[in-house]
């Protein structure tokens, strides 16, 4: 079993940046990817932003390339997400997840077994 945390979300107004983290813990194994969702209102859950912890595979969706980072401490099996520019748009429940089994990009919801609990991103205009 594995155990994700979120922490670092809260309330921003456009243009600011947030950082949100994800610490991972319990049964891990090096070489597996993980993957930021989010989920707005009314809407679908969308992955964000990936990684193959291993090395070598990193995947955003167009909707935050070039204003979020994702990276990870491998020692700590923390991930994280930098957010700047942020918009109204990615107002959203932001979630970490991970698998130890192959997955392509863009990250699938259905793909990922182990969820965290989640943590509230609000971007005011």
């Known amino acids: 079993q594995v155990q994700l945390v979120e922490s670092g979300g809260g309330s921003v107004q456009a243009g600011g940046s947030l950082r949100l983290s994800c610490a991972a813990s319990?049964?891990?194994?090096?070489?597996?990817?993980r993957g930021w969702f989010r989920q707005a209102p009314g809407k679908e859950r969308e992955g964000v932003a990936g990684i193959y912890t291993g090395g070598g595979s990193i995947y955003y969706a167009d909707s935050v390339k070039g204003r979020f980072t994702i990276s990870q401490d491998n020692t700590k099996n923390t991930l994280f997400l930098q957010m700047n520019s942020l918009k109204p748009e990615d107002t959203a429940m932001y979630y970490c997840?991970?698998?130890?089994?192959?997955?392509?990009?863009?990250?699938?919801?259905?793909?990922?077994?182990?969820w965290g609990q989640g943590t509230q991103v609000t971007v005011s205009s």
């Open positions: 319990g049964d891990i194994f090096s070489g597996y990817y």
């Open positions: 997840a991970a698998t130890f089994s192959y997955t392509t990009w863009p990250p699938v919801s259905s793909d990922f077994p182990y």
